[in-house]
């Protein structure tokens, strides 16, 4: 299968910095990226959807100034979480889509990132 | 996409088959059926997904009834490292790839 590749797996940030996740797909071109949030114990819920050049659309009660995505070229899209606070500690996921390009399924997924505010 | 209901967790003993069941009873015609599972800490992994024959590849077989009401995946032998929150989700297959995860089943192999 395709891979998607995260970096980094893991950040520990003050609380009112700004962190930077990036999201690769190392084997094929993503038209479309999807950013996820988990937290403990709970299910992926869906934050944003980016295609590559156009601006992301957000969720449903998501900030789109605090969580800032950029999907700049094919294969890369970055989350960049601004200001955090300790609440956005969490799991962060990026999702690939290949369009088609890739047969058998159509989203691939990253190893996500943990995110910690302190 | 249509809603699905599955159990909140299930115990196997390793090297038995494991059985997971999902209900998706307002499935329409063009949606698909499409399991992912996730290991503690890491990111969704695809497992396989069907529309109304039943499908086999390398790590699953997917059962889906005759009315498309409800499907289950059959893990043939499961080992240890099986253990994670499988996910049966329901989506259009289309031009929008996004999944809609609900809380899955927690499947715990156990030795």
């Known amino acids: 299968g395709a891979v998607v590749s995260q970096h980094p797996s893991w950040v520990i940030c003050k609380s009112g910095t700004s962190v930077k996740i990036e999201c690769r797909s190392l084997?094929?071109?993503?038209?479309?990226m999807f950013w996820y949030r988990q937290f403990p114990k709970q299910s992926l819920m869906l934050m944003a959807t980016?295609?590559?050049?156009?601006?992301?659309?957000?969720e449903q009660g998501v900030e789109k100034d605090k969580f800032l995505i950029n999907h700049a070229s094919l294969t890369l899209s970055t989350l960049t979480v601004t200001s955090a606070h300790p609440e956005d500690s969490s799991f962060y996921i990026c999702?690939?889509?290949?369009?088609?390009?890739?047969?058998?399924?159509?989203?691939?997924f990253g190893q996500g990132t943990r995110l910690t505010v302190v | 996409d249509a809603k699905t209901t599955q159990p909140t967790s299930m115990d196997c003993a390793e090297g038995r088959a494991a059985n997971l069941p999902c209900n998706h009873s307002?499935?329409?015609?063009?949606?698909?059926v499409y399991w992912y599972r996730q290991i503690h800490s890491q990111g969704p992994q695809y497992i396989i997904h069907?529309?109304?024959n039943n499908e086999t590849n390398e790590m699953a077989s997917l059962i889906i009834t005759e009315d498309r009401k409800s499907s289950t995946l059959i893990l043939p032998h499961a080992t240890l490292r099986d253990t994670a929150v499988y996910y049966c989700?329901?989506?259009?297959?289309?031009?929008?790839?996004?999944?809609?995860f609900g809380k899955g089943t927690l499947l715990t192999v156990n030795p």
């Open positions: 999702s690939a889509s290949s369009g088609g390009q890739v047969r058998g399924t159509e989203a691939f």
């Open positions: 084997d094929f071109q993503a038209t479309t």
């Open positions: 980016s295609n590559e050049g156009s601006k992301a659309t957000y």
């Open positions: 307002t499935i329409s015609g063009n949606e698909y």
């Open positions: 069907g529309l109304k």
């Open positions: 989700i329901v989506r259009v297959v289309g031009s929008n790839y996004k999944l809609t």
